[in-house]
């Protein structure tokens, strides 16, 4: 089927537009209702829901900050973890021959 927008109206095309907006609306639902279907089906094959399965990749994303291990003597609103690179106040107080466990929480 071909329709030649050129002999068309423009209430004509608005019409046509509005008609191929609900269409494509319908086919988006059914199309995500499919999917949900579907996904569902998978997820039973290997015998959990889908509720399950999303609990379970919601929990094993980026895990929090990590706990202060060391805090600066002179100021103690200074923590580090110990992970990544060390701050100033760490690197300053071993060079100044301070032991690391001195530092520690």
Not at 52 to 70: L, M, S
Request: glycine letters at 6%; aromatic letters at 4%.
């Amino acid at each position: 089927m071909t329709i030649d927008l050129s002999t068309m109206s423009r209430l004509e095309l608005i019409e046509l537009r509005s008609n191929l907006d609900t269409a494509i609306q319908r086919a988006e639902e059914r199309e995500r209702t499919e999917a949900l279907r579907a996904a569902e089906e998978a997820a039973a094959k290997f015998g959990f829901s889908l509720e399950e399965i999303a609990a379970t990749a919601r929990n094993t994303g980026k895990k929090g900050k990590a706990a202060p291990k060391y805090r600066n003597p002179q100021n103690p609103d200074e923590t580090w973890s110990g992970r990544g690179r060390k701050p100033h106040w760490v690197h300053a107080a071993l060079t100044a021959g301070a032991d690391i466990s001195e530092l520690e929480i």
